[in-house]
């Protein structure tokens, strides 16, 4: 996204730098999960992406049938992600099938730490294989009977707007009644799985925004240009850019403070942006101005 800025406004003086020298750079694009976010309480900040963890398996997997119409409780993940190999495939159905069910999660903290709230565990209780973006998917046609945790980006499609064939993502049976009630009946889709993650169907501790943040308000000019062109054109990019090219971002900057960006639906946009834009920075001021001010040439909204 920052060789697409500087291709279109070669004027600007614009750099990306790793996530350790984050606190020189003028912007940062961090997860609220990123450790030290809270330091930046002060700083001003917006929205620029989503980053949803999801529980997901391969379409051709034999025990995939067992668990899509009932789903997954919270209570049962956390028996599965701290089993050590000994909870099986029999367990949650009552069939007596032996086979161990096999946990794969992303190798971050940030990941660990959402999915581990989510299953109300401590993290150093988990013992599911952590592996790098890309490795986690294949891990599923390497072992069947394997549920992978990956970001919504890494099994979406080029454009944005479906899944990526043979992934099918794994209900979760948030009352743990063992059914699937209607209010959990989100999962058909892409369109109505982000949906219902919008409307807070899908557990919050999964989900996380993706802010571009800076010390204070980003000055006119090539800084305000670019959080101003994230937020329309570069969300094009994001839906147009494929997830190897984003595998290879995040290992150029792994273990640093890089989160993968996801699209924001337009509806997010306009509900995000048809208002006042508030952001806190260092003297406490409000920032006003709609989408349309975000966008313009001159970011006197930023």
Same mark, same amino acid.
């Given at each position: 996204m920052v060789? +697409?800025?500087?291709?279109?406004? !070669?004027?600007?003086? &614009?750099?990306?730098?790793?996530?350790?020298?984050?606190?020189?750079?003028?912007?940062? &694009?961090?997860?609220?999960?990123t450790p030290g976010f809270d330091s930046k309480r002060d700083y001003w900040k917006i929205v620029v992406g989503r980053d949803v963890l999801v529980p997901v398996m391969d379409a051709s997997d034999p025990y995939l049938e067992s668990v899509l119409e009932r789903g997954i409780s919270p209570a049962e993940?956390?028996?599965?992600?701290?089993?050590?190999? $000994?909870?099986?495939?029999?367990?949650? =159905?009552?069939?007596?099938?032996?086979?161990?069910?096999?946990?794969?999660? !992303?190798?971050?903290?940030?990941?660990?730490?959402?999915?581990?709230?989510?299953?109300?565990?401590? !993290?150093? /209780?988990?013992?599911?294989?952590?592996? +790098?973006?890309?490795?986690?998917?294949?891990? /599923?046609?390497? $072992? =069947?009977?394997?549920?992978?945790?990956?970001?919504?980006a890494?099994?979406?499609?080029?454009?944005?707007?479906?899944?990526?064939?043979? &992934?099918?993502?794994? !209900?979760?049976?948030?009352?743990?009644?063992?059914? +699937?009630d209607y209010f959990e009946q989100f999962y058909e889709s892409f369109e109505s799985f982000t949906r219902g993650v919008y409307i807070g169907k899908f557990p919050k501790s999964l989900c996380s925004n993706i802010y571009a943040v800076a010390p204070s308000v980003p000055a006119a000019g090539a800084p305000s240009k670019f959080v101003s062109y994230i937020l329309a054109d570069g969300q094009r990019l994001i839906a147009l850019s494929d997830s190897p090219r984003w595998h290879r971002v995040r290992e150029q900057h792994a273990g640093k403070h890089w989160q993968p960006p996801v699209l924001l639906s337009l509806q997010e946009m306009?509900?995000?942006? +048809?208002? =006042?834009?508030?952001?806190?920075?260092h003297n406490h001021s409000c920032i006003s101005g709609g989408l349309d001010d975000l966008r313009s040439d001159q970011g006197r909204s930023l």
């Open positions: 060789e +697409s800025f500087r291709l279109d406004n !070669p004027e600007a003086g &614009i750099n990306m730098v790793a996530g350790d020298e984050s606190e020189s750079a003028d912007i940062s &694009i961090i997860s609220d999960r993940y956390a028996s599965i992600l701290t089993s050590d190999g $000994k909870y099986s495939w029999g367990t949650m =159905p009552g069939t007596g099938n032996r086979i161990t069910v096999s946990a794969v999660i !992303p190798e971050d903290d940030a990941a660990l730490n959402a999915i581990s709230a989510f299953a109300g565990i401590d !993290p150093a /209780m988990v013992r599911a294989v952590r592996l +790098s973006a890309g490795d986690e998917i294949a891990a /599923m046609d390497r $072992k =069947p009977g394997t549920i992978v945790f990956c970001r919504l890494d099994i979406s499609t080029g454009t944005g707007t479906d899944f990526i064939n043979g &992934i099918i993502v794994i !209900p979760v049976d948030i009352n743990g009644n063992g059914r +699937s306009r509900n995000l942006y +048809s208002g =006042p834009v508030v952001g806190a920075c």
